[in-house]
């Protein structure tokens, strides 16, 4: 950041000189000359530095996970996601396929650099093959939707024929980035700065690159993946060459996402924004906490009042759902050395009944602290209630002996955050049943949880929209690197170094025991659930059911190769927890906006369709993705 800040100045200082000139010269004093620019690496440096708006596609938070089941959404985070989770796009949507100013930003780069005769050959290298690695992800972040991009390796000037060709499938598209990303890990630094990518950025990011491109080889038939193919020994070396890099897994899970360990040694190329331009407004925590007020909690015999009158006054639009949170395992009492989903535990066995009606019609005030609602358009799943004389509560049940990821990613029931209790049951302070109904508060989560993961803890003096804020995203860390390892060799089928790399982060950061999956259908199972609490909120889930889905059988709950994908079409669930917190319910719904009628269809939403108006306007563009 220094760096910068003098470059800034050292420009500055050359405007001033340049404002001494005559007034009648016509040369535009707010603009830098190309000389300028390319006669030294720093200089060069600052164009560098202004390219990589290209990684925002990588950024932690929601992004496509919200066509995903482990999302419920309000508002224009639903209204973005509807018409994919609802299969109503069509091939005037744009996904992003025009990326042609980003790409010949790198190319300028790559000439100029290459050009200039005040830059040094080792900074060249170092320099070109940093713009090809940002080449690789401005094309990256359009392979994984369409399939099929428009290489430029060049600067276009007008003279060229501006009507170029995409290419002819995804895999042509992957041998580009996977060339420009080997290129990359060779001749970039090892350095690790802060915000800036190096050598093992390349090799982190190639290792995913590498498994979306096995999984749309022969698209739209099956890939047909064997264990000998090259691309899994490519990931299989570069995830090597991260692992010895000197990264590692960070103990504190909840710090890498928040102030406390912004800079980790696990993270390998983050995001980072200061607060002198940067407020809440500007972060996803805008929409993951409420905008309650005291009289909305007082209106529907809420309790407890919050401590300071207003401690959130945000926009809350995207929350985590019971589908996702189910697959936080739970160890269980009777047998430490077993993990299970909280509701299939003995302690949950022998403490619910699930034959007793809890639920009753809901009323704003006066609702009996021992029963549970649902509104008109819910449908129940189950319900149930901790028999007389167990000493258990549902509190208990979903929080002790918990992945430890449980607590540093999602604000449930009776967590504590920000100096305040949230209390998202019935008759709570920040539940869903204080939303619209009967006039109540709008600002409020519609799955009585709200994320943690990637809460900052020190924002003061509230979480108001308008409060300035540091704030730092996550786009890649070992913990990826190690799944995505993970994932390679169980694609070669070797179960024991799965095994290995999946509990690496199954027991470094959910704290549980190591899965001891006997064959690879079960290691497939631990593995997904793995990879969906250690990455939520990162990006990552949409794609990844996506490559599973078209890899088939054991990754894709034993659905043939580009057949559907059950998690993208199944109704998303809500739990309702009593006042006394011995009762619950779980409920499927609408929610607003037709969550519980979801759609997949295999023929065509493997890709996202290029904008037809673009085909129209060249036809080389074309032809169309199948189905669009």
Known sequence: MKKIIL?????????????????????PLSLISPEVVWSSKANAETFVFATYGI??????????????????????????????????????SDYGFDNWAAVRRCNVIIKNVGESAGIADADKK?????????????????????????????????????????????????????????????????????????KYTAAAFLTEVCLQALAYKNYPSAPNVTANDPLLDKIIANAQTVINGGYGLETDYEGMFNETKSTSGEIIFGIYRKAINTAIQDTP???????????????????????????????????????????YLTVDKADPTKVLPWNQTSQYINAVDESVNVIIPFTKTGFPHDKTAKLNNDILVKMGRIKPGSTETIWTLTNENRDARWKA?????????????LTTGLRGNSGRFLGTINGGGYDCTLSNMYWRKGLYTNVSPSYLNSVSTDYHFVCMRLGRVYLNLAEAYLLKGDLANALINLNKTRVTHGQLPPSTAGNLTDAWKDYRRERRVELTEENDRYYSLLR??????????????????????????????????????????????????????????????????????????????PGW
């Open 7 to 27: 470059i800034i100045c050292f420009f500055t200082g050359i405007l001033a000189l340049n404002s001494c000139k005559k007034v009648l010269d016509a040369d």
């Open 55 to 92: 990684m925002n596609a990588y950024a932690s938070g929601p992004g496509q996970d919200t066509y995903t089941s482990n999302i419920v959404a309000a508002y224009g985070t639903a209204s973005n996601a509807f018409p994919v989770y609802t299969e109503t796009l069509t091939n005037r």
């Open 126 to 198: 170092a320099l070109i093959a940093e713009a090809k690695f940002l080449r690789a992800m401005s094309y990256y972040s359009i392979a994984r939707k369409t399939g099929r991009i428009v290489w430029i390796d060049r600067v276009l000037t007008e003279n060229d024929d501006l009507k170029l060709p995409s290419t002819t499938n995804p895999t042509e598209s992957y041998n580009y980035i996977i060339k420009d990303l080997e290129d990359a890990v060779v001749d970039m630094p090892a350095t690790k700065q802060a915000g800036r990518a190096n």
């Open 285 to 327: 925590m805008q929409n993951m906490v409420p905008n309650i007020k005291p009289e909305t909690i007082k209106n529907f015999d809420g309790s407890p009042l919050f401590n300071k009158p207003v401690p959130f006054e945000c926009w809350p639009e995207n929350f985590p759902t019971q589908n996702l949170t189910d697959d």
């Open 409 to 421: 990613s999602i604000i449930s029931d009776s967590t504590r955050f920000y100096g305040e209790l």
């Open 548 to 625: 599973w889905g078209r890899f088939g059988g054991d990754a894709n709950d034993g659905i043939a190769a580009g057949g559907t994908i059950k998690e993208l079409t199944e109704p998303i669930r809500v739990m309702d927890v009593s006042k006394d917190r011995k009762s619950f319910s779980i409920v499927t719904g609408p929610f607003g906006n037709q969550y519980n009628d979801r759609k997949f269809d295999p023929s065509r939403r493997y890709l996202f369709p290029i904008g037809q108006n673009l085909i129209d306007n060249n036809a080389k563009f074309g032809p169309q993705n």
